[in-house]
């Protein structure tokens, strides 16, 4: 197997991009769980009831809303800079660096196809969320409803790639690819 070092653009890239979908997964899981408007608006409604203050449940959820908006802004924030960062990512191979891998190349193990595949079906994915995301943002309203049924469904492939990527890594580690987390980080082989 190919003990390749991974070049100092490859790992900036990488790490940018993986702490990026990290904080970005933290958005979406406060928002699924603690900030989840019904949540809030359920913690105000009962706070109201000792009160002479009477809300309906729409203005609630608005308020609610309001609660989440400077959590939620990190989301877009999050996204607009993972925008420029696939857009640098999918430049590069243009300069020689990270190279998107042929699934339908000959001569390569099972394995290899499989990674590959995963990594296009990825990219694929990632588009799709960052295309919606900005139609939701920048795009005329009639469309903003249609592209957030869509966008949400982003939770999904993204666990699953973490999931997939992640045992990916540690197989590796620790059959065939001894020291593949550590050239990802420091580019070189650590010598024992
Ligand atoms: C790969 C990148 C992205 C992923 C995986 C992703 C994922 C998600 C998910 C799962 C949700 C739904 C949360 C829920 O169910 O409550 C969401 C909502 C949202 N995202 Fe993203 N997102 C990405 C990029 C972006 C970008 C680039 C923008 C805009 C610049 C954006 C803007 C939004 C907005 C406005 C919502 C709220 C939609 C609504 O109100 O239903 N996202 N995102």
């Not at 990825?122 to 409803?145: A, H």
Request: proline share 3%.
């Amino acid at each position: 197997m190919k003990n390749s070092n991974y070049s100092k653009v490859y790992r900036i890239m990488h790490w940018l991009i993986a702490v990026s979908f990290m904080l970005l997964l933290i958005t979406i899981f406060l928002r699924l769980t603690w900030m989840n408007k019904y949540n809030v608006a359920a913690i105000i409604q009962d706070f109201l009831k000792d009160t002479d203050l009477v809300l309906t449940q729409e203005q609630l959820i608005v308020l609610a809303k309001k609660i989440r908006q400077p959590m939620w802004d990190w989301h877009i924030y999050i996204g607009y800079f993972l925008v420029g960062l696939f857009s640098l990512r999918f430049m590069l191979p243009l300069f020689g660096e990270m190279k998107i891998q042929n699934p339908l190349a000959k001569n390569i193990t099972a394995k290899a196809r499989f990674q590959n595949w995963t990594y296009i079906i990825f990219y694929f994915c990632v588009l799709v969320s960052l295309l919606t995301g900005l139609i939701i943002e920048l795009g005329p309203k009639e469309f903003k409803k249609p592209m957030e049924e869509v966008h949400e469904l982003g939770i999904y492939y993204l666990i699953g790639y973490i999931c997939i990527h992640l045992a990916g890594v540690l197989f590796a580690e620790f059959t065939d690819q001894k020291g593949i987390i550590s050239r990802m980080v420091s580019g070189k082989l650590n010598k024992e």
